[in-house]
């Protein structure tokens, strides 16, 4: 078994973590439990689009051999 991860899969660690995040944040700023899927649709909405063209910049950036 390979236990390599993949770009695609690191991706999605990386959004979860995110979606992680802002749930946290969210839920202590009202006091409670906002749940994931309530965080998953407010992150897609307010953070995706930014997340998306960072972690493009980051892969070009990577794959160039930019520092």
């Known amino acids: 078994m390979n236990t390599q991860q993949t770009p695609l899969l690191d991706l999605i660690h990386s959004q979860q973590a995110e979606i992680e995040k802002h749930k946290w944040i969210e839920s202590e700023k009202v006091g409670r439990d906002i749940g ?15 997340w998306k063209s960072y972690c493009w910049r980051e892969a070009v950036r990577d794959a160039l051999g930019f520092l």
């Open 36 to 50: 994931w899927e309530q965080a998953t649709r407010e992150w897609m909405n307010r953070h995706f689009a930014q």
